[in-house]
């Protein structure tokens, strides 16, 4: 990867007006969500209690919502627009035998363009973690920085499937629109099923493999947290990112321009 | 019919609604195998907290959702090619010195996709009534199937909205961007429903918003309500497309 390039792509994305319009969504979601959970019924607390066992379990209801219903479906939305296009946004500009004529080879330029992505994405979510930060303390009744801290940064790692997956499906696809649908499509999938194994139990085992599992699963630990309930998931799921990286490099290298 | 709208017709059916909808069926599938499967009190928190009571409501309620992103987001992502995509591709100016008027063109290329959105949305609609009539009875089958034509009216409605809201935006990755929030915006109701109920408590308030617990609330009226909804999109599907032409006619950067 280029230094230089990564740097001039992540300026560029960072100027760019969908990751503008990223952040107002983001803003939206930090302002929404303790409004929407400031007078939950009951029943709805006793359920999530059932769910993530914590002592405070209005934070427990605080972290479900934030990552379930805040951060997960704007995650699929924000990886695929920053990531959905990437090489096939230059070919369909005409750009792609330009960029390809420097001295880089396709790999690295795919790579490149990933990591600016990456980056980008994670600025944005841990600004937002960071905004909350500063603005749940007075309005999350049992709120524990520590804990918001570890679940954000696993979820941010799990959430960067958005990225990954969407830039691996960009050069499998080919067809720009058809490859950001089916990245969205899977995404929602994957968001949609990442609870059940907190409903089910007995179905945990089956989403081992589902990204958006493995980010949160700092839920079944708020009180008992401990380095390794964030170091195993983070290991599952860097593991996952380089598989999808190095499928997305290898088709890349075989394109056709 | 117009040659180019007849064109556009035989390209949209050779990209194709058949994968989108393959992959809708697909869900519904899922659903109900999953639904059923789930453990009794979290099927109880369902029923209460979205004013429900038999297994078809809670597969129907999980399937409303399924089918209203996957009829609306193939949609959105296919309405891009009346503007953004050749406005950002530096196509648009070519297609629009062909002997044909810009009228011609945002009808020729919006039509045939809300066409084929509608039509899959009434084989859903087939299928879904089918599907609950025969693995989760009892369930009226014509209250499913006129609520999943009242879906189907409502994404056709908003495809029509996003397609002049389209006309304003130069990018494709800011157009899905605005697209998905669109679309996920009639959902937000049902998760204030759900968490802040207190905000809800007028009914007829939460009749119109909560989507789409709300299709499953009066099975009875649902034929009706179809029809007025079929109406209604007509109409603002008639008038959005006017819009769009008019403002393609008077648009600054062409």
Known sequence: MSASLLLAETRTLLRARRTKLSAGLLLY???AVPFLLARPPAEVVSAVARWF????PAFALFLFVWFDLGLNKLAALIGVVLAGGIVLDAEAQRMLPIYLAKPITRARYFLTRLGAAAIVFSLLFGGAALAGLLLFPSQVPGFRAPVFLAASALHLLGALSAVVLSGAMAVWVRLRLGAMLSSLVLLFTLIGTAFLGFYAPAWAPALTLNPFSQGVS???HIDTLRPADVARPAAILLSMHAAVVALGALRVRRLEV | MPPLLRAEYRLA???GPALPLLVALANLA???WIIPRLPAPVLDFLRHAFHVQTMADLVLLNDYIAIYLLLYLPGAFALTRVFVRPAEEHELDLYLTKPVT????V???TVPTLTLTGASGVVLALVTAAKVTVLHPPADALAVFTAVVTLTALVLALLALLNVVYLHLGEVDNALLVASALGLAPLIPGALFLYRP???????AAALLVLPANLLWAPAWMPTIALASVTLAAAAITGLLHLAARRLEQHPRL
Not at chain 1, 53 to 56: I, V
Not at chain 2, 198 to 204: A, E, K, V, Y
């Open chain 1, 29 to 31: 979601a930090v302002i």
């Open chain 1, 53 to 56: 066992p914590s002592r405070d």
């Open chain 1, 218 to 220: 700092v839920l079944a």
């Open chain 2, 13 to 15: 059916l050779a990209r």
């Open chain 2, 30 to 32: 899922l659903i109900s």
């Open chain 2, 102 to 105: 810009r009228r011609h063109y």
């Open chain 2, 107 to 109: 009808i020729a290329r």
């Open chain 2, 198 to 204: 207190d905000l809800l408590t007028d009914p007829l």
